[in-house]
């Protein structure tokens, strides 16, 4: 496939070559069903089939304990900003909020309409560069949950530890830009969502991990459709899933487990991202910015002295095949995302890039 070209966009997001074959092979007809997944029911044999082997891989790639529901749900991540809150911030409760970028921001805004929240280890003012230090949260003894970023995907940092929240206080993680990079305890959690677009497959599914008993927190006066526990019950399909997501979902989880799991993905994801933040701190011409503690290894990202070079450099890379290396507009500079799904050659291709751009303009 010479025509593809290096994808380093933030999402929607590079899904692996392996994937997009076998979608594009089967997308006429599936083998033995004669129709394309998008147009059969989603209550058939063979869509039951697709979906409960996409579970079945979620939960054997990253050893989910069975007292865990896993759920395909829609409306992104933004809707689970909402949902969280709504389904476990339940009255006289407080749910705390770890402050470590943008997206915490949107999940904050969302909690407030809902109860009283708690902001605790906010790096805003050090323009969320870094990941707060134990000493840096407070926590609300007796809170609903603890919410926090796993992957701040825009400012390019991530965590490395998890924070230590009260005993019986759940920790609910947004994980969009970095779930199944890497080996995790869910048992360590009590929610995790993520959409999908980022590492898991296309947009317009969003994976859901909750914990069994906190599905009783969810009031029977929700509207039905934002409730975990109606989601749960019907194994994802109170509606139509978004099941054209969750089969892709599926084979992209399918892919991690025939390439080293999550372990093997782990590694690959460290030397990638090593060689990147290697690159960048070489000489000073290039300038990461997220502290090196905190650093993603799923959004590199970095500056150069002046806006002007800045955007030579993205002109430049962008004609010479790497995509969708200009950063997020709230922050400027550029960011290299190198999901799982990124080929280690095009970060070696990417460093020889940046070395010839530093050449000749350093
Ligand atoms: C992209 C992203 C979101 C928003 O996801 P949508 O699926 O577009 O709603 C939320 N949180 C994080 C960390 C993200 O990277």
Redesign the pocket.
Known sequence: MTDRIYNFSA?PAVLPLPVLEEVQRDLIALPGVGMSVMEISHRSAPFEAIIGAAEADIRALAGIPDNYKVLFLQG???LQFSMVPLNLLTEGRTADYIMTGS?ADKALKEAKRVGATHETGSTADTGYNRIPTDAELEFTPGAAYVHM?A???IEGTEWHRLPQVPEDVPLVA?A??DIFSGPVDISKFGLVYA?A??NLGP?GV?LVIVRDDLLARSAKSLHTMLNYAVHAENGSMYNTPPAFGVYVLGLVVKWLRANGGLEGIAAVNARKAGALYAELDRTGFWKPTAQPDSRSQMNVTFRLATEDLEKRFVKEATAAGFDGLKGHRAVGGMRASIYNAFPEQGVTDLVAFMREFERVNG
């Open positions: 999402g992104g991540a933004t997206w970023t992957n701040n995907t947004d969009s830009s959409g677009q980022k947009s969003t």
